[in-house]
């Protein structure tokens, strides 16, 4: 079956732009996870959505980082006034509500802020 | 102090030999512990995934878990050059966000 998928792979923008990536999980998977991963970096969590609310957000870098999940399925990650130090691999994973640890990771969206 | 700490290698070895990846960690909290395998520019794939301590064989791969010692292990047998790749531990106190380690980079020579 289709797994994890995320738009765009790759995008490039100025500093100040804002910028959404989006993430479509595994059809029937309740909860959905952001992280980011920098140059030579492991991943690092950012959100944690179980259906569409977000328990765990301790990862928000800043008030600049949101994100929603809808119908239980897509969610968007948003970066508003993008800084140089945004630029990083943004990975989405996704997993079966109530069966432990095992995440699934999408391609990622690779953004570059110029 | 990160809470999993790996060496980022880069680890070199000829086709065929033994390949031991190691990860320590510093939470007790840590219950279930993964290994993900991540190409250039490709999401990371799970690999091996292990509840507590004790070690989990599949097929030319084997994960160990020491929580004496807060020791994670990933063995590869007869590495393959296929096998060159970004190697992710990763631990989870079961609040389900993954703590992932930095990441071993392998390059398997032919």
């Known amino acids: 079956g289709a797994g994890v998928s995320q738009s765009p792979s790759n995008k490039v923008t100025e500093k100040g732009k804002d910028v959404e990536l989006r993430c479509d999980p595994i059809?029937?998977?309740?909860?959905l996870y952001w992280y980011r991963q920098s140059l030579g970096q492991g991943l690092e969590f950012l959100i944690y959505?179980?259906?569409?609310?977000?328990?765990?957000k301790s990862g928000l870098p800043s008030d600049r980082f949101s994100a929603e999940r809808t119908g239980g399925s897509v969610s968007t990650l948003t970066i508003q006034r993008t800084q140089q130090e945004d630029s990083a691999v943004y990975l989405c994973?996704?997993?079966?509500?109530?069966?432990?640890?095992?995440?699934?990771f999408g391609p990622g969206t690779r953004l570059t802020v110029l | 102090q990160k809470e999993v700490e790996q060496d980022p290698g880069p680890l070199s070895v000829p086709e065929g030999a033994i390949v031991s990846l190691n990860c320590t960690y510093s939470n007790s909290a840590f219950q279930y512990f993964m290994w993900y395998r991540q190409y250039s520019r490709k999401g990371p794939e799970l690999l091996m995934y292990?509840?507590?301590?004790g070690n989990k064989e599949d097929g030319r791969f084997t994960a160990q878990v020491d929580k004496s010692s807060k020791y994670i292990s990933l063995f590869i047998r007869d590495s393959q050059p296929s096998d060159s790749a970004t190697y992710l531990c990763?631990?989870?106190?079961?609040?389900?966000?993954?703590?992932f380690g930095s990441g071993t980079r392998l390059q398997v020579q032919p």
């Open positions: 292990t509840y507590s301590s």
């Open positions: 059809s029937g998977h309740t909860a």
């Open positions: 994973a996704s997993t079966p509500g109530g069966s432990g640890s095992e995440q699934f």
């Open positions: 990763a631990a989870d106190t079961g609040r389900r966000a993954l703590t």
């Open positions: 959505f179980q259906g569409n609310s977000a328990p765990d």
